[in-house]
């Protein structure tokens, strides 16, 4: 099977530079013709009608120049002195970046706003521990493989005995915790958002709500790995600032499986030590609005511009930043003329609980939330084992299936007409399109990606080279997510699937009809590469 790797990667790059030297030859006749006709006919702004969506800003990306901001960043994170690693964290060189969007921004003609707000930055000390003894044994947990301190724990440490909610899913409903007493701690079970309805963050408010003095929470048997500590806090309505006043800790389905048969056949008595320290940081999200467009259907395009404070996040999300801002920037040269109103987002602290967009979501009134028609959202679009995702709009809450579908439809579309492999991906609000997602009533949304911490598959490689058994991005998260991370062929391909996009939606005349009748007409239609007799991998929610 190693054999096969190169011709695979042979392939997908030999198919890339034919197609980009047939464009090359179409754009050097296109552009000609479009400067003589612009010269003798067409005044100076861009018209971008339904027949040139893939002529205008699709064709104007040009990668040199997301690289050119990739560099930049990278020299941000280089700069930064309060961390022994670079990195553009919201602890470190966020607002430095933040203020490299904005003067670029300026510079082009854009009136920048910023959003200013308070995060909560909850960091894991070294030596917390989950012990305990059944018959006289110690068992003393492993942290990082049977147990983790979940981000919004408070600090502390507990003794206490072990209270198993009787309820396989409960804890969800602060009434199954009827019977609980006082300080002892709680274990819960997290059976994903289908059985629970709810998330890690909501079992551990309510156990600290019906007085546990800490609280585990075990996966179900549908996932069988560990939670990460850095598991996101779910619900946009909640209130940035708020942190659970207990211990919170998470175990694996085989712990918790273990605490459960213990706890059943004796009194069982736990010790806890969570050792986490809480900073305060101030930061902010960057917003450029076009001021031409329809603001009563409004596209929110964005990308989350932060690190983690181990890195410098150049693939994690400096592409997709870069790529926001590239299009920006095209806008402003193309004197585009958008019937609907667009609005370029940069989110802060995304890597802290996407806390960016919840508090942008938060916050906005009623009337300015009626106003989004959808968020197209851009997050690792570099990735150097990469795959080209869409995510699954078919999958969306209730209510807005219908529009995030059919703006999944018009992302597959640029990788049809290219006879480019892309894949599916669930829709499981990840990414700072989450909040949009999450409102009530939930706003239409969409996204690309190109992989993170998850391993490539055997059919992923046949279809867009690379290695399988070996993760998307080998750095992620890590100190090596540098500009010599990126995969600018990739990036390349979904900067000009979401130009491609774009350029279809913000020419729309009636936006709300757009998105639900086009996905209708479509609907009993297959794929432009199901017709040529291939198929786009779908992976399972």
């Not at 921004?105 to 308070?118: A, S």
């Not at 408010?205 to 929470?217: E, L, P």
């Not at 410098?312 to 299009?327: A, Y």
């Not at 007409?417 to 399109?433: Q, V």
Request: with cysteine; aromatic share 8%; proline share 6%.
């Amino acid at each position: 099977m190693d054999e096969e790797k190169p011709l695979v990667r042979i392939s997908e790059a030999s198919k890339r530079q034919r197609r980009r030297a047939h464009r090359c030859t179409i754009l050097s006749v296109v552009l000609l013709i479009i400067f003589l006709v612009c010269v003798i006919v067409i005044p100076t702004s861009v018209i971008v009608g339904r027949n040139s969506k893939r002529s205008t800003l699709p064709r104007s990306i040009d990668c040199d120049n997301i690289k050119k901001h990739l560099e930049k960043l990278q020299e941000i994170a280089n700069a930064n002195n309060n961390s022994e690693v670079p990195s553009r964290s919201v602890l470190n060189a966020y607002n430095e970046s933040a203020e490299f969007v904005t003067e670029t921004l300026r510079e082009k003609g854009f009136e920048v706003t910023h959003q200013l707000f308070e995060v909560p930055l909850n960091f894991e000390m070294a030596g917390s521990f989950l012990n305990t003894s059944f018959q006289g044994i110690p068992f003393n947990f492993q942290i990082g493989v049977q147990f983790n301190v979940l981000r919004y724990s408070a600090p502390g440490t507990v003794s206490s005995a072990l209270w198993v909610n009787p309820e396989p899913e409960g804890g969800c409903d602060p009434a199954s915790f009827e019977g609980m007493p006082a300080g002892e701690i709680a274990l819960l079970t997290y059976e994903g958002p289908t059985v629970s309805n709810c998330s890690f963050y909501d079992l551990a408010r309510n156990a600290f709500q019906s007085n546990a003095a800490a609280v585990i929470i075990a996966y179900g048997a549908a996932y069988r790995g560990l939670a990460p500590s850095r598991s996101r806090i779910t619900g946009p309505n909640m209130e940035v600032s708020e942190l659970i006043p207990i211990p919170a800790l998470s175990v694996s389905y085989d712990i918790g499986q273990q605490l459960r048969l213990m706890a059943a056949s004796q009194s069982l008595e736990m010790m806890l030590f969570a050792n986490t320290e809480i900073r305060v940081a101030t930061t902010y999200n960057v917003f450029a609005t076009m001021p031409r467009g329809d603001p009563g259907t409004t596209i929110i395009v964005g990308s989350h511009l932060d690190s983690v404070p181990a890195g410098p996040g150049i693939n994690d999300n400096g592409s997709g930043s870069s790529v926001n801002l590239e299009l920006a920037i095209l806008f402003a040269d193309l004197n585009i003329q958008p019937k609907n109103k667009v609005t370029f987002a940069w989110w802060a602290a995304e890597e802290w609980g996407l806390v960016g967009s919840r508090y942008y979501i938060r916050t906005l009134s009623p009337e300015a939330k009626a106003n989004i028609s959808l968020n197209l959202n851009m997050d690792m679009l570099g990735s150097p084992n990469y795959f080209r995702g869409v995510y699954n709009g078919s999958a969306a809450p209730a209510g807005i299936e219908t529009q995030s579908e059919t703006l999944m439809q018009i992302l597959e579309e640029y990788f049809c007409e290219d006879e480019e492999a892309y894949e599916i991906l669930p829709f499981t609000g990840r990414s700072d399109y989450g909040p949009f997602i999450d409102n009530i009533p939930p706003i239409p949304a969409g996204a690309v990606a190109t992989g993170a911490d998850g391993s490539k598959t055997i059919v992923e490689r046949k279809a867009f080279g690379g290695f399988a058994n070996v993760p998307y991005d080998t750095c992620y998260h890590q100190s090596c997510d540098t500009i010599d991370n990126v995969d600018f062929d990739v990036l390349e391909d979904m900067a000009e699937s979401v130009a491609g996009a774009l350029q279809i939606l913000l020419e729309e005349e009636n936006m709300e009809d757009f998105l639900m009748q086009r996905t209708d007409s479509y609907r009993k239609a297959t794929s432009c590469l199901r017709e040529k007799g291939s198929n786009p991998i779908i992976r399972g929610d």
